[in-house]
């Protein structure tokens, strides 16, 4: 099992952004985690292509972008344009997902669905071999800082079933409330990539967290 970490730029410090990705590209993490909101899919607003494109002149580490907008299949250029490595939708935002998955590979890109909270993991039945990297969230999307739904543990399990009977290269991310406490877990129960934000970035030692997580439990 890989165990993976990617720092959420959410929860940093947008004042000096460029001081927090440099502590990124030095430490442990592995890919750098970008959240996208429009306000209207979620509700709250973070960030858009400009700042992806400043972030990727410095960032050493692959960008992971999580976009929770609506309507994600017109700005899948965009955001490869912009610098995106990985590109994870919304499986409720997507009327045609293999459509949009194809599309995103076709880009270069890695493609990634995400969950919801309430979005049973048997929706990703049909498409589960044709993607790169399922996201679930362990907290209703929009803000950092939330609390981790227990819950998540059981559909990371069922996820990890899933991609050993279809045979999917698929690896499993999680993202939302992840600090020192569930980390251990998580990872037992099958994640590859452990999001987190506040617990890295609210830190007094980040790359401190970054490690810590990284290695929790062993
Ligand atoms: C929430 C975002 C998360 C968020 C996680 O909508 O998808 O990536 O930054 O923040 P923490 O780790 O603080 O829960
Ligand atoms: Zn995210």
Known sequence: MTRMIAPSLLA????????????????????LHLDIMDG????NISFGLPVVRAVKKISQKPLD?????????????????????????HLETCRHLH??????KELGMKAGV??????????????????????????????????????SMNKIRKTRSLIEKSGSPALIEVDGGIDLSNAAM???????ILVAGTTIFR????????????????
Do not use: C
Request: without cysteine; charged residues 20%; glycine residues 6%.
């Open 65 to 89: 972008v999580h976009l929770m907008i609506i309507e994600p299949e017109k700005y899948l250029g965009a955001f490869r344009d912009a610098g995106a490595d990985n590109l994870t939708v």
């Open 99 to 104: 459509r949009t998955i194809e599309e995103i």
């Open 186 to 192: 998580l990872f037992e129960a099958g994640t590859d």
């Open 203 to 218: 830190s007094a030692d980040p790359a401190g967290a970054i490690r810590a997580l990284k290695h929790a439990g062993l």
């Open 114 to 151: 995400t969950l919801n909270p309430h979005t049973p993991v048997e929706l990703l039945v049909e498409i589960i071999t044709f993607i790169d990297l399922v996201l679930i969230m362990s907290v209703n999307p929009g803000f950092g800082g939330q609390k981790f739904i227990p819950t």
């Open 12 to 31: 940093a410090d947008f004042t000096n952004l460029e001081q927090d990705i440099e502590m990124v590209n030095a430490s442990e993490a592995d890919w």
């Open 40 to 43: 209207v899919f979620v509700p």
